[in-house]
């Protein structure tokens, strides 16, 4: 009887063990991979414009979430060079706050980019390790996009795929004039 009430409560234990663990392994994030840059501004005394300095970015982390539902449904993909914080940027009331104060803190640099229900890009932000985040939008020169984001794949909760981004438009076929990042990404979608 009582080797029966301790494998029974060691079976309940291992369950409840892989049912707390599940979630964890969920909130692993992705892989990225490339290379670009990343502007950094700062204002010099009396300065009437700012001084950019070009910051190196290769993130090797990454990870996707959705906002919304239907049309106005918004996916989230976040690319980072240091491992990031999921579990406590999951239950953020501002997830965008949380990684702009991570990135203070840890003086990590990230690129966030919002895409719409269609896939297009919406926004583009970029924090070069310093908590201060850069905000573009999309500009389209000569049919050539600023940033793209190509899905390669969405399966079994992931995103697959490149991201691209630049300025100008040159040659035939087109190409950025300045080149300010090329990356890939297998990213988790996360709650």
Do not use: H
């Amino acid at each position: 009887m009582t080797r029966a009430v301790l494998s029974s409560a060691f079976g309940l234990c291992l369950v409840a063990a892989t049912l707390i663990t599940a979630p964890v392994a969920a909130q692993e994030a992705g892989t990225a991979s490339g290379q670009g840059t990343i502007d950094r501004l700062t204002w010099p005394k009396d300065a009437k414009e700012p001084t950019v300095e070009k910051v190196a970015f290769a993130p090797r982390y990454s990870y996707a979430y959705r906002e919304g539902t239907g049309s106005a449904a918004m996916t989230w993909l976040i690319l980072t060079e240091q491992p990031p914080p999921l579990k406590a940027w999951a239950t953020a009331k501002d997830r965008a706050e949380a990684r702009r104060l991570w990135s203070e803190k840890e003086k990590a640099s990230f690129i966030a980019v919002q895409l719409n229900a269609k896939g297009g890009v919406e926004l583009f932000f970029l924090c070069p390790g310093n908590g201060n985040v850069n905000t573009e939008m999309v500009s389209t020169i000569n049919g050539l996009d600023s940033v793209v984001v190509a899905i390669a794949g969405r399966d079994g909760g992931r995103l697959k795929g490149t991201l691209s981004c630049g300025e100008g438009t040159c040659g035939d076929p087109p190409v950025y004039c300045t080149k300010k990042g090329d990356y890939v990404f297998d990213a988790p979608l996360l709650p």
